[in-house]
């Protein structure tokens, strides 16, 4: 059965956007930003917010720069094919090699864990996150922490009331000081 991972960079205080709605910090160097590239490598199928997949937009055109770096041609080759699912209340059409979602997040997952692929589904923006979380659907948190502490904003972690255990699975710390933590859902 397919995992499902969430993935983001992160202030040390928690937030995935600041309290300005920026996250100019979350810059990756080479070393992260490449290590970032792996790990979508490992994705079948992303499910987006709007926030996010508005955001992401960005990836499906950069490719049209001649003067880019390989790293982020590199980026761009594997995002702009990956299969992409948007969960909107706005949005009436998406772009590229994505759909907007048919149902709820729940038997949206259902239905992709159930279909042959490789990869795991990837969930991006916190909102989806939390509604993936309260639902007790993630499988693995991937949190990538920058050395800046922003005070607020909009937290990577969902806030509710019951208790999630997670057993480590991975660690590293990049020249950047970015610290990268993989944990499992212990069910």
């Known amino acids: 059965m397919r995992s499902v991972t969430y993935s983001m960079s992160v202030s040390l205080d928690g937030y995935i956007v600041g309290p300005d709605g ?32 508005e955001t992401m937009l960005y990836w499906e055109t950069v490719d049209q720069n001649p003067s880019l770096d390989f790293p982020t041609l590199e980026f761009a080759a594997i995002w702009k094919p990956l299969p992409k699912v948007v969960f909107s209340t706005t949005l009436s059409a998406v772009q590229g090699n994505a759909r907007l979602a048919s149902g709820g997040l729940a038997g949206e997952i259902e239905r992709l864990r159930a279909e042959p692929g490789d990869g795991n589904i990837a969930i991006g923006g916190a909102t989806l996150a939390a509604e993936a979380a309260a639902l007790d659907l993630i499988d693995e948190y991937r949190v990538r922490v920058y050395p800046v502490l922003v005070g607020g904003g909009i937290p990577f972690f969902p806030q509710h009331e019951r208790r999630v255990d997670l057993e480590l699975v991975e660690t590293r710390t990049f020249r950047s000081r970015v610290v990268y933590l993989r944990y499992r859902v212990a069910r």
């Open 22 to 53: 920026g996250f100019d910090w979350t810059a990756p160097n080479e070393e992260v930003f490449r290590f970032a590239t792996d790990e979508v490598r490992e994705v079948g199928v992303h499910l987006l917010g709007r926030r996010l997949y």
